[in-house]
């Protein structure tokens, strides 16, 4: 094994268009290290932050964990290598029923940010995505036409989006003839 | 002719139109049915059926008749819009519908003079009935002449280059309608702070205030009012103005459809056509207002007679006179307002012929001081004019027919709230025999009318009830503002059906303007037999397609109900439909076409595989890459080589997308003992197994190879098109029938790049890679699975084979798997490896007898048929799909079972799906003994090969079969499918 045949990392997004307005911007969120948790809730403590309410993201650092099921946690942490907090977290939980998978090349995250990005949304997610009825700090696996998508409301007008690789330019695509089509709203 | 009916003083600015190739001056704010007006022209379309000529009938979304196309260019032409509708910009062009070679000379207008061969029910009698001139000769001859004679509009055969939008939108009110209801609920919903959305398919709020010159509202004109009423609605930040906006269907739970006209009106280039909203609304208000009704008499359908309202709609809102002399012919009073706003303007009101034997009111009082010619009791005989109106025949009572000159016909038959979207809604309508209306009964929805559409006319109370809903609908308490309206006398009148004739009357009466269906129609349609107005409105098409009997509802039941001898209720009333008025199929489509109509998923070396020629193929969603042709090749060479060269010394292939389940918890293996036939309780760590999953039924459903990663973890792989499929399997019995095992399900197949070397060299070309692990054939046999490190990144790599050679299949991250793979390759070109995409992978797993499901399986299909019966683990207590393994049927004798199929000819490559039966020519009605399911040709073998489906095929190994084709049946011999390497040696090395 020779040094040369370290492989390199190549995302989803390399060379595809990301739409931006004056009122709207999609940009990647940082790599990161994320796992599904399942059959433990409380096991988020493990993690760092609170073990999320029903709908609801919590976090303690840049470390976020996202209620997903009643069962079911996405943790995510942005910037660590996931089998240095796999290691750790497995430690911390030996003994407790549970399932942590590494989901970090899974899905993408993308941040959506500006006075349309929740409009943009509406073109595929059917959510009620007024401030009343989807707060900051809320969180849900949702669609976004026939994409699957996790939706968290990190500000009034910032939104973290997970969506699976693959799904990512259909989502990207469908998100810029959205703003376009919000000419003038 | 320079708007000749233009009210001196407009002030507007002139705006150049073409309409039939014909320029035309109209001013900003028209629309096209005003502006044709201010021309003087009425004539705009021809008829559905009878091409009988036709012109402007009203004034707004109801409009029968105005159907016209608008040309905006390549893809851009849109037929049947309403010019009632239409803005008019400079350089519109505009054509007429449905004539030929002209609108004044129309070819296609003998269809009026042979109008009785095309009565009620022509289309049934026709199409479906006997073979009237001989056999074949109206499905040859006579019905493409008609079908391109009747309809409306063509459609254009280019792609729509225009942007159409789709949002889903949520509000607390969501107001249908901005007359003066509509404005006052969204004043009164807008106070509460909650969020309000007030949507008009006009380019102005104000409906009916639009055209009011008589009425004042707190002492102001209504115009004003409207303007100050506009300004606070707009200066509110929770109340939402949607101009343009079409509420068009009410949906279950308070969802409402609305379409936006964004672009149509405007000259210039805008980057969105239309925006389809789907609104869930917690509360909604109807303020849709009523439609004018026509009436129906002879000749009611020539240019230049129109809805009364409509004239005084064009008169005061448009400055437009419809006429210099008119005639009016009403039931109701409201005709007698424009009556007297037409005179006021100049018009010559040659005569009112009021149906009623005694008119009276104010209205009515009004018309005789102004000194209007009345004539009560009327009767009508018809109309004369060819291209417009020009008399029209009136008696008094049972008196002579005197014929009136006059260039336009007013009509009213009074006011038909219009109850679509309540009705839409689910609501049920209540006849009120009083005032012969349908209204709005009880809510099933969150929702209430207001206004004209709940039958109230007055405006002091429409705005008072438009009140009340608004608040209603926020939840507050009623605000306490009195609208003090004045000028608004009080009306009353109407009528239902056919106007009494009189003396001398000839000729057709319509009900229905848009599909041509006469009152005579719907007469014939009762005597034909037809009772139910559902059977009468399919008979007739009264009240059907795009019009939806706005204008023509009520005049048809009521001319049925007559017929019949009943009650209009007890004749009951036709669904209205969504839309309430066509919508684009552009704004159904939104965005969702071309490259984003369905989600184009592609593995993480596609780019590679892209810029190494690959051809692709879809799989469901998945692009995958199906072969690498080199220059000249075709794809029966490129597979043939890389066949070839992967048996040789080694191919890479792209196995990403195959499904990819981590099945991880301390019950994982007792799960997956009843998900799958195979034993997996024992299988150690660090070992792979093949694993078939069946239905209840028994039946093949899935299969993959499954690896243990440690005692709580499993590595599923399902394949690629199933992998969705399984994983919901997976979850529902989880859920529903084993909910005490402590096991946890995660789709991992886009975690994972997937890159298989398959081949004898196949170890030398990934040995240089890994690091962690040996992958020698003895530290590593065939079916197990390592974890370590590829090209430095945590990997799992398996060794499996699908092609019948030596072979790993390395998972990375997939981020590194385009890195990884272009080390493997480069390892591989030192070998004279090949990059082979799915067509040779189906090749080389044919060859070696592996099924594929979906192709050797069809959902009738046991392990035992495919010779799997040895991937049951016999010691099982259970799994699912056991139990229906021992039914009589899934062991009875005469099962199709997989074989191999070997050509007498081994250049013929079988055709797969063709049927096998026992001689080359059977008697008809013979069943087939089975069916091909895969045929290649095999590099390998240097022949053709097939594996089949055959009954009792087992049996028949060396038997001589048939597949009979168009050119004739093909000897076939049947043998073991496995036709390659059967022992099995080139993997154990």
Redesign the interface.
Known sequence: ?SDR????????LDGLFLPKGEEFSLTPAP?AARF?L??SPQAARAFGPAPPQVLRATSKGERLALWLGP?EILLIAPGED??AVQTELEHKLAGE???????????IGLVLEGRLAA?CL??G??????LS?FPVGMATRTIF???EIVLFRQEDQRFHVEV????A??LI??LG??L?????L | MSEAFRLPGADGCPIRFVFDGMPYQGREGDTLASALLANGVHLVGRSYKYHRPRGILTAGAEEPNALVAMMRGPGRMTPNLRATQIEIFDGLEVRSQNAWPSLALDAGAINDIAGKFFSAGFYYKTFMGPKVAGSGLWTRVFEPIVRQAAGLGARTSEPDPD????????CDVLICGGGPAGIAAALAAGASGK?VVLCDEQAAFGGGLLHETRATIDGKPTRQWLAEALAALRAMPNVRLMPRTQAFGYYAQNFIALSER?ADHLATD???RE?LW?V?AKEVVIATGAIERPLVFSGNDRPGVMLAEAARIYLNRYGVKVGTRVVLVTAHDSAYRAALDLKAAGVTIAAIADLRSDPAGELVEAARAAGLPLIADARVAGTKGRLRVSKVGIAAGVGATRWIGCDCLLMSGGWTPSVHLYSQSRGKVVWHEDRQMFLPGASVQAERSAGACKGTFALATVLAEGQQAGAAAAGTSSPSITYVVAGDPPQSGGHLGRVKAADGASGKAFVDFQNDVKADDIDLAVQEGMRSIEHVKRYTTTGMATDQGKTSNLNALAIAAEKLGKSVPEVGLTTFRQPYTPVSFGAFA???RG??F???????THAWAEESGAVFEDFG??KRARYFPRAGEDMHAAVHRECTQARKSAGVFDASTLGKI?V???DSAAFLEMLYTNPWAKLEPGRCRYGLMLNEAGFVMDDGVIARLAADRFHVTTTTGGAPRVLHHMEDYLQTEFPDL???L???????AVIAVQGPKAREIVA????GFDIAHEAMPHMSIREGR?????ARVMRVSFTGELGYEIN?????G???WE?VWAEGRKHDAVAYGTEAMHVMRAEKGHIIVGQETDGTVTPDDLCLGWAIGKAKKDFIGKRSLVRPDMVAPGRKQLVGLLTVNPETVLEEGAQITATATPKVGEAAQGHVTSAYDSPALGRSIALALVADGRKRKGQTLHVPMPGGAIAVTVVDPVFFDPKGDRLNV
């Open positions: 094994m045949m370290l492989a390199s990392r190549r995302g989803v790599d599904t399942r059959g069962d996931a089998g029923p549970h399932a942590l998978v590494d989901v970090s090349h899974r899905q409009r509406s073109a997610c059917p959510l009620d995505l007024r009825a036409l026939k994409a699976w690789r693959s799904f330019p259909y695509g469908h003839e959205a376009i089509g919000a000419t003038g | 942007r159409y939008a789709q949002f889903h939108e949520h969020d964004v805008h980057p969105v925006r789907q869930r939104g965005a969702n490259e984003l369905d989600p184009l998923r592609r593995t993480p969603l998945w981590e991880v918890g301390p402590r096991v946890w995660t789709s991992t197949t886009e975690q994972w240089p890679l890994v690091e590829v090209c430095g990144i945590p990375v991250p997939a981020d590194f385009r890195s990884v080390a």
